[in-house]
């Protein structure tokens, strides 16, 4: 089934719209759209308030300076790699684009952007423990780039979970964050972390809506501000899944920020752990019973039994890249 055809199939699986956009989601990974995308839907954007809540302790990234190389270029701290991170930066304000790439243990190579004389940015170790390759490149002109700092790490993580606790470049949070305060809002009375998953994923699912003016108009290497997404109550597939990421992070639950396919179209969505299900990435919503694929973009439609349907086991989702 080609492209246009499979985008007909899904159309008529969710029985919502008549016509199919992909969703222009993008990170500093790849040049493709992140979809497909849900259709339109009006979901009106929820009123904040001053109250405070209690939030846990965030595991905020430090560049600690304990272990780095460096030279006049640029700076890698590996100073906390058994917690699951990296932080890199670029010295020198320049009008050339800055690249840093992390190869994992088994090959899987991590692109990101770094800002030429901007700060640390935080890259998370997502493939587990083992031998790390951590590059920083300069553009030289056009697609050249040329290698300016690289170092090469064997990483012990303390547990399992530690890249996917933290905040980093793709999921960018702190304890002031609005997200974090929602997050902590809409727990409060939770009994269990399932309850407190189901609470988060509801109110992303339903308070955010899909945004096609950004989707066709995003560039390459965007990224969320995930208060902003929150105030407007708008977002790409990318902020649907980094929204309820930073949620779930700030109340200490292990999710990861997944950049895969569906079917042929480059698309963003969530997986969370827990001790009684370990990891939810096979199961869009829960029915009292069992959790559904964790996918808030197609929460969102408003129909969840159809995405589900679509969904099934996974068999339409490929993952490639963990945040």
């Not at 470049?169 to 399932?194: C, H, I, P, W």
């Not at 208060?227 to 309820?244: E, K, N, P, S, T």
């Not at 959790?291 to 099934?312: C, H, K, L, Q, V």
């Amino acid at each position: 089934m080609n492209r246009i055809k499979k985008a007909a199939a899904l159309i008529a699986i969710l029985g919502l719209i008549t016509t199919l956009m992909l969703c222009g989601c993008e990170t500093g990974n790849d040049e493709e759209a992140i979809g497909p995308e849900p259709p339109r839907t009006e979901t009106p954007t929820p009123p904040t308030t001053p109250i405070d809540y209690e939030i846990p302790p965030i595991l905020a990234p430090s560049a600690s300076g304990v272990a780095v190389e460096a030279n006049e270029k640029a700076t890698i701290d590996y100073s906390n790699v058994r917690d699951g991170y990296i932080m890199a930066r670029f010295h020198q304000s320049i009008s050339k684009q800055i690249r840093a790439i992390v190869t994992t243990p088994d090959g899987t190579e991590y692109t990101y952007r770094l800002a030429p004389g901007g700060d640390y940015e935080v890259f998370p170790l997502s493939g587990g423990s083992g031998e790390y390759t951590v590059r920083v490149f300069e553009q030289v002109e056009g697609t050249k780039y040329a290698l300016v700092l690289t170092a090469t790490l064997e990483v012990d993580l303390l547990d399992e979970f530690a890249p996917f606790l933290r905040p980093n470049q793709y999921v960018n949070f702190a304890k002031g964050s609005e997200v974090v305060r929602k997050a902590a809002e809409l727990t409060t009375s939770a009994d269990s972390l399932m309850e407190k998953i189901g609470a988060i994923y509801s109110f992303v699912a339903e308070n955010i809506r899909y945004d096609y003016d950004l989707a066709e108009s995003v560039q390459a290497g965007y990224l969320p501000d995930l208060d902003l997404v929150l105030q407007r109550g708008l977002g790409i597939c990318f902020d649907y899944a980094a929204v309820m990421t930073a949620m779930l992070r700030s109340q200490g639950i292990p999710t990861k920020l997944v950049i895969g396919y569906a079917d042929e179209a480059y698309h963003a969505w969530i997986s969370v752990f827990s001790e009684e299900t370990g990891w939810i990435d096979e199961l869009v919503f829960f029915d009292g019973e069992n959790w559904r694929f964790m996918d808030p973009t197609f929460a969102s439609t408003g129909n969840a039994e159809a995405a589900a349907e679509y969904i099934g086991e996974g068999m339409h989702y490929q993952a490639k890249l963990f945040y």
